[in-house]
């Protein structure tokens, strides 16, 4: 609530990807049942996504200040201090995401008392999983400005590549290749299967609402898609925790306010 700019922003663009893409999911969604939730769906995990990845920035705000190295020197260790950055990123993103589910109430979208919980799991998942990933980033980049265009350059074409505002199935064929190797792809699948209520759907249907894939002749349910989730996840959990581990914050510039 401190930084009110930062939560304006996020919610911002959010409601304004759900007015510009509403226009191309219905005319675009061939074979989705309920075109609307089907995007408030995606808009919600892409809100968490990017909450998540750019919430890392706070440790770089602690860096340049010289607070970082004042939590250094406390008697506690840094895999310690990676994790609670990992978690305090998670809480906000969780909050942001439900701030916009409950917005979508308001709009059409149906849930009930278990398939919120598992939406809950999901978020939390993603929100570890992208939060150790921007912790990472963040870690190696140490500046501002490099972090910004590092996360820019990362989160838009994942973002358009994933399905989360317009379907996977609707994209030209060369650019499917990398809607398979997105993880965002996987991410957007695995939480609308649970937000739309898709347990009672056929594979065939899954694959043409585009929560499921067809590679070949394998088909990637989604709970495999959960899975390579928090494959992921522990992943850059361990890098994140190595990296700001061994990182030499003390040649990092600080900028300290000046007596006047």
């Not at 917005?103 to 398939?115: K, S």
């Not at 994209?171 to 991410?187: D, Q, S």
């Not at 937000?195 to 590679?215: N, Q, R």
Request: glycine share 6%.
């Amino acid at each position: 609530m401190r930084d009110r700019m930062r939560l304006f922003m996020n919610l911002f663009m959010s409601c304004l990807f759900l007015f510009i893409f509403s226009f191309v999911m219905k005319s675009t969604a061939v074979g989705v049942a309920n075109p609307m939730n089907y995007l408030i769906a995606g808009i919600i995990i892409m809100t968490v996504f990017q909450s998540s990845l750019s919430n890392s920035m706070n440790i770089l705000d602690d860096i340049s200040s010289g607070f970082m190295k004042e939590i250094l020197v406390a008697p506690i260790s840094r895999w310690q201090i990676a994790i609670g950055h990992i978690l305090s990123s998670t809480l906000v993103s969780i909050i942001q995401g439900m701030i916009i589910v409950i917005g979508g109430l308001f709009i059409g979208l149906q849930i009930d008392f278990l398939h919120a919980l598992e939406m809950v799991l999901v978020m939390v998942i993603v929100s570890l999983t992208f939060s150790a990933m921007g912790l990472y980033l963040a870690t190696i980049t140490r500046e501002s400005g490099n972090f910004q265009l590092l996360v820019t350059l990362i989160t838009f074409p994942l973002t358009f590549l994933s399905g989360a505002y317009i379907p996977t199935m609707v994209l030209p064929k060369f650019l499917i290749p990398i809607v398979y190797i997105n993880p965002l792809t996987y991410t957007t699948a695995a939480f609308r299967y649970v937000t739309l209520k898709m347990e009672g759907f056929s594979t065939i249907e899954l694959v043409k609402s585009g929560v499921a894939f067809d590679i070949h002749g394998f088909i990637i349910a989604p709970w495999m898609s959960c899975l390579f989730i928090v494959a992921i996840g522990a992943i850059f959990l361990v890098l994140c925790v190595q990296q700001f581990s061994k990182a030499d914050f003390s040649k990092v510039k600080t900028f300290k306010r000046g007596r006047h």
